[in-house]
């Protein structure tokens, strides 16, 4: 067996700075956390090659003296507890003494700083761990950490990383939140000697959230404020029916640390489950404030998820605050009553069935049905186990009519077709949209009026990552400044009134890992999916003037009783199944 011995400092910090250093943006956040528990209110961050290069952290904190800059960069070594029970009641970001002496070790890496006592300030250099110099500089009261040159001791690490771009749209992100989370703290950055983002001190988090997201994001919210005992939610939430196709818009904070709490998240999508369709997530900048020893900041190795003592205490206030806010926008647009007065319960009118109208029919009568659908011979169709009544050779379909507004009924010789028109079409769609991308023949309309598109930084990093790949597809989109495009044309198969949506709903995806940004193939697959779920909506959403038709052109694509989904396009009820439920002989 090997010899056991005690690993040198110099190793055991690179392996810390593993659990600490995922990416450059860790980095980014590490130090902006220290300069907001050091009480700054002016922080500059700056970056350069996505971070590879050089990363830059200035604030006007307390600042340090000789010994403590030392200190700082020895591990475990914190001002923020001196025993286990100050883990309970914490009130800054960093606790454990990792972060610098991790940083330090995998970098080269400058500390400059000063309190406010001292008339000088103090320089350390450190490079990949091992201690260069210490001495006297001049600089102004605050804190200026300067890493340049990441996992240069580690080369292994660097093949990890992604592109420049999407690395710079992670530390902006990193930027952004804290910013939300401060809004009366100043906040500069600045990526490849650009600058990204200024905000001055803001007097409220709407201000900070319409500079960092736009107008367009900030009419969506509306905001948010309730107490119960020690818990506390304020913030912005999302209006009734503005939702997004992944969590990337739903942004939490537990005692204003940012978090991705599954308690919090879980939450908010029961209270939206009647104001937002199915598949969508909400908008949301929710801050939730408790009791600091109600709540464990230390179960993650970066603290991004945070467990609470009594989960279903919080899930439960969250619920009922989120609840009760979106009741009282309900009743603010509420009809008024008569003469102005309160707005009266709504109370459904009772009609004679004689009274009713007769909805048109999209679907023509039976009796007027232009002709009979047969299934395709052997060999015409294509080759799937069909039910009885679409085998080839089982006689004609006839069109009977529309049930709940979404199903055809057919009658055959076998017995009854229901057919699910939506995911019909969808298969339509998939096979037709299948041959033009194979093909690169997408047909494209131009928009005249462009779609304005403002993202945010990682958003943004994934558009211009897949601009060729889009524009090959018929999506044509410019940049229009920093994380701002416009989309300027749409392929043929798409209302331009769906393209934003669609457009975002796609990055969404790419950014949860399911359109495959990077392979080519995957990202295919997911948007030829997607385009034909698309597609396949709004055809079902027309008028159809020929349902036997339908049916035909499904019958002519390459599996046509499954949707792109794997749903059942159709469902058959034989004779003897009908005869069984009605007790025949």
């Given at each position: 067996?090997?010899?056991?011995?005690i690993l040198p400092d110099r190793v055991a910090?690179?392996?810390?700075?593993?659990?600490?250093?995922?990416?450059?943006?860790?980095?980014?956040?590490?130090?902006?956390?220290?300069?907001?528990?050091?009480?700054?209110?002016?922080?500059?961050?700056?970056?350069?090659?996505?971070?590879?290069?050089?990363?830059?952290?200035?604030?006007?904190?307390?600042?340090?003296?000789?010994?403590?800059?030392?200190?700082?960069?020895?591990?475990?070594?914190?001002?923020?507890?001196?025993?286990?029970?100050?883990?309970?009641?914490?009130?800054?970001?960093?606790?454990?003494?990792?972060?610098?002496?991790?940083?330090?070790?995998?970098?080269?890496?400058?500390?400059?700083?000063?309190?406010?006592?001292?008339?000088?300030?103090?320089?350390?250099?450190?490079n990949g761990g091992k201690l260069v110099h210490?001495?006297?500089?001049?600089?102004?009261?605050?804190?200026?950490?300067?890493?340049?040159?990441?996992?240069?001791?580690?080369?292994?690490?660097?093949?990890?990383?992604?592109?420049?771009?999407?690395?710079?749209?992670?530390?902006?992100?990193?930027?952004?939140?804290?910013?939300?989370?401060?809004?009366?703290?100043?906040?500069?950055?600045?990526?490849?000697?650009?600058?990204?983002?200024?905000?001055?001190?803001?007097?409220?988090?709407?201000?900070?959230?319409?500079?960092?997201?736009?107008?367009?994001?900030?009419?969506?919210?509306?905001?948010?404020?309730?107490?119960?005992?020690?818990?506390?939610?304020?913030?912005?939430?999302?209006?009734?029916?503005?939702?997004?196709?992944?969590?990337?818009?739903?942004?939490?904070?537990?005692?204003?640390?940012?978090?991705?709490?599954?308690?919090?998240?879980?939450?908010?999508?029961?209270?939206?489950?009647?104001?937002?369709?199915?598949?969508?997530?909400?908008?949301?900048?929710?801050?939730?404030?408790?009791?600091?020893?109600?709540?464990?900041?230390?179960?993650?190795?970066?603290?991004?998820?945070?467990?609470?003592?009594?989960?279903?205490?919080?899930?439960?206030?969250?619920?009922?605050?989120?609840?009760?806010?979106?009741?009282?926008?309900?009743?603010?647009?509420?009809?008024?009553?008569?003469?102005?007065?309160?707005?009266?319960?709504?109370?459904?009118?009772?009609?004679?069935?004689?009274?009713?109208?007769?909805?048109?029919?999209?679907?023509?009568?039976?009796?007027?049905?232009?002709?009979?659908?047969?299934?395709?011979?052997?060999?015409?169709?294509?080759?799937?186990?069909?039910?009885?009544?679409?085998?080839?050779?089982?006689?004609?379909?006839?069109?009977?009519?529309?049930?709940?507004?979404?199903?055809?009924?057919?009658?055959?010789?076998?017995?009854?077709?229901?057919?699910?028109?939506?995911?019909?079409?969808?298969?339509?769609?998939?096979?037709?949209?299948?041959?033009?991308?194979?093909?690169?023949?997408?047909?494209?309309?131009?928009?005249?009026?462009?779609?304005?598109?403002?993202?945010?930084?990682?958003?943004?990093?994934?558009?211009?990552?897949?601009?060729?790949?889009?524009?090959?597809?018929?999506?044509?989109?410019?940049?229009?400044?920093?994380?701002?495009?416009?989309?300027?044309?749409?392929?043929?198969?798409?209302?331009?009134?769906?393209?934003?949506?669609?457009?975002?709903?796609?990055?969404?995806?790419?950014?949860?890992?399911?359109?495959?940004?990077?392979?080519?193939?995957?990202?295919?697959?997911?948007?030829?999916?997607?385009?034909?779920?698309?597609?396949?909506?709004?055809?079902?959403?027309?008028?159809?003037?020929?349902?036997?038709?339908?049916?035909?052109?499904?019958?002519?694509?390459?599996?046509?009783?499954?949707?792109?989904?794997?749903?059942?396009?159709?469902?058959?009820?034989?004779?003897?199944?009908?005869?069984?439920?009605?007790?025949?002989?």
């Amino acid at each position: 067996m090997p010899q056991i011995r005690i690993l040198p400092d110099r190793v055991a910090n690179q392996i810390a700075a593993g659990e600490v250093v995922e990416r450059p943006a860790a980095v980014v956040k590490e130090l902006v956390e220290n300069a907001l528990d050091a009480g700054a209110t002016r922080i500059e961050v700056e970056s350069r090659e996505g971070g590879r290069a050089l990363m830059r952290v200035e604030d006007n904190g307390s600042g340090m003296g000789r010994d403590d800059a030392l200190l700082s960069l020895e591990r475990h070594a914190t001002s923020k507890i001196a025993q286990a029970a100050d883990l309970d009641r914490l009130t800054s970001f960093g606790f454990r003494g990792e972060a610098l002496p991790s940083i330090a070790s995998i970098a080269r890496f400058t500390l400059q700083t000063r309190p406010p006592a001292a008339d000088a300030g103090t320089e350390v250099l450190v490079n990949g761990g091992k201690l260069v110099h210490v001495r006297d500089c001049g600089r102004p009261v605050g804190t200026s950490i300067l890493v340049e040159h990441l996992f240069q001791p580690v080369p292994a690490r660097r093949k990890f990383l992604k592109s420049d771009a999407t690395e710079a749209a992670h530390i902006a992100q990193a930027v952004r939140l804290y910013a939300l989370a401060f809004p009366r703290v100043a906040f500069t950055l600045v990526q490849d000697q650009r600058v990204v983002f200024r905000s001055p001190e803001c007097d409220s988090l709407a201000e900070r959230v319409g500079e960092i997201f736009g107008p367009g994001f900030l009419e969506a919210l509306v905001p948010i404020g309730a107490r119960a005992a020690d818990l506390e939610v304020s913030g912005l939430i999302g209006r009734p029916g503005q939702g997004r196709a992944s969590r990337h818009d739903l942004i939490t904070f537990v005692n204003r640390r940012p978090v991705d709490s599954r308690t919090l998240n879980s939450a908010l999508a029961e209270a939206y489950q009647g104001a937002l369709p199915k598949g969508r997530y909400p908008l949301a900048v929710l801050f939730f404030q408790c009791d600091p020893a109600a709540v464990d900041v230390n179960v993650h190795p970066a603290k991004r998820e945070v467990r609470f003592r009594n989960e279903p205490a919080v899930r439960s206030f969250v619920i009922a605050s989120v609840l009760g806010r979106l009741r009282e926008l309900g009743a603010a647009a509420a009809p008024a009553g008569p003469l102005g007065s309160e707005a009266a319960p709504f109370e459904a009118p009772r009609l004679r069935e004689s009274a009713l109208p007769r909805a048109a029919s999209p679907f023509p009568a039976a009796e007027e049905s232009p002709g009979e659908f047969r299934a395709p011979a052997p060999g015409a169709g294509p080759a799937v186990a069909a039910p009885a009544a679409p085998a080839a050779g089982a006689g004609p379909w006839r069109w009977l009519g529309l049930a709940l507004g979404a199903y055809g009924i057919f009658e055959t010789p076998a017995g009854l077709v229901l057919l699910d028109r939506r995911a019909a079409h969808e298969r339509i769609w998939f096979d037709r949209l299948e041959a033009q991308f194979r093909q690169g023949a997408v047909p494209s309309q131009r928009l005249l009026l462009p779609i304005a598109l403002e993202l945010d930084p990682i958003a943004s990093a994934l558009l211009l990552d897949q601009e060729r790949f889009l524009a090959e597809r018929g999506f044509v989109v410019g940049a229009f400044g920093r994380n701002f495009f416009r989309l300027e044309a749409v392929p043929g198969w798409m209302e331009p009134g769906d393209a934003e949506p669609f457009v975002r709903d796609l990055l969404a995806s790419a950014r949860a890992g399911r359109a495959g940004a990077g392979n080519s193939e995957l990202a295919r697959a997911s948007l030829l999916r997607m385009a034909a779920i698309q597609a396949g909506r709004a055809s079902a959403r027309a008028d159809e003037a020929d349902p036997l038709g339908l049916v035909a052109e499904l019958f002519r694509t390459q599996t046509p009783l499954t949707s792109p989904a794997g749903r059942p396009t159709l469902v058959e009820i034989s004779r003897s199944e009908l005869a069984r439920r009605f007790q025949k002989p």
